[in-house]
Nanobody, 122 residues
Framework: QVQLVESGGGLVQAGGSLRLSCAAS????????MGWFRQAPGKEREFVAA????????FLAASVKGRFAISRDNAKNTVYLQMNSLKPEETAVYYC???????????????WGQGTQVTVSS
């Protein structure tokens, strides 16, 4: 497994931007599919974005298309989530995850970070 640590969360006004980072330790980061999920209070954890091992394929949830982007730097063992035009309803804990199969379901990922809080004020 790989160990994951997210950073970059914080408080931002509606319409603002944040870039989340997820640093991985352990072997073979470049062999993992990486994903971002989020969980708001009282709600289930939901898929946000995913990227293939080499960055050649990406998936974004419909709700964030055109505003968010996922990328990775395998030389730095890091995956990023650029979030623009943030909305108050996107306040949540954002989690980074690693898996072997590119997909949108939590069950496809077997390593998770501890999460980083993103708060969007209106």
């Amino acid at each position: 497994q790989v160990q994951l640590v997210e950073s970059g969360g914080g408080l931002v006004q509606a319409g603002g931007s944040l870039r989340l980072s997820c640093a991985a330790s352990g072997r073979a980061f470049s062999s993992y599919v990486m994903g971002w999920f989020r969980q708001a209070p009282g709600k289930e954890r939901e898929f946000v974005a995913a990227i293939s091992w080499n960055g050649g394929s990406t998936f974004l949830a419909a709700s964030v298309k055109g505003r968010f982007a996922i990328s990775r730097d395998n030389a730095k063992n890091t995956v990023y989530l650029q979030m623009n035009s943030l909305k108050p309803e996107e306040t949540a804990v954002y989690y980074c995850a690693a898996g072997k199969t590119l997909g949108t379901h939590r069950e496809g990922y077997d390593s998770w970070g501890q999460g980083t809080q993103v708060t969007v004020s209106s």
